[in-house]
């Protein structure tokens, strides 16, 4: 029943965690759209001559949608993880300093792969906005073209 009642407790945790993890992430997101909007809205005419639309929308979204969720999940786990870690190393060394030794061991090789690992997903992640943003002006160039096709087929 113990076992039980820490497993209902830990869910419980867990849930509230990450119910308050989204509800920040997702204001912080408000507030970035809303100040990016007030700023494209104050950039000159030259600017939005230069700078396609589609560019700006698929970039500042992706780049906003990732901070949001650095906020309601990178820092959040990585809070977690120092608890966990820093706990779970006193114990360790506490009980038997060579097997925590031992144990601990592998703690800097995780570290460094998961380093490698998101340098590797932050480049490919640049490659996704440069082509999702090129995708993005094809298709609004398209769209735009259509218009204009239609419009001309209209006139007699």
Not at 91 to 119: E, I, K, N, Y
Request: charged fraction near 15%.
């Amino acid at each position: 029943l113990l076992l039980l009642g820490a497993s209902v407790l830990r869910g419980l945790f867990t849930m509230v965690q990450n119910y308050y993890s989204e509800a920040v992430g997702h204001h912080i997101g408000y507030e970035l759209r809303l100040a990016c909007y007030e700023k494209i809205q104050r950039l000159s005419f030259s600017f939005h001559d230069t700078v396609h639309s589609g560019d700006l929308i698929t970039v500042g979204l992706l780049d906003l949608e990732g901070v949001r969720m650095y906020f309601s999940t990178a820092l959040v786990r990585m809070i977690l993880l120092s608890i966990l870690i820093g706990i779970g190393a006193y114990m360790l060394l506490s009980t038997d300093v060579l097997l925590g030794l031992l144990a601990l061991s592998f703690v800097p090789f995780v570290g460094w792969c998961s380093s490698v690992t998101q340098l590797r997903l932050r480049a490919t992640w640049l490659d996704l906005q440069e082509r999702l943003s090129v995708l993005t002006r094809i298709m609004e160039e398209n769209l735009g073209g259509i218009r204009v096709v239609r419009a001309f087929a209209a006139h007699e």
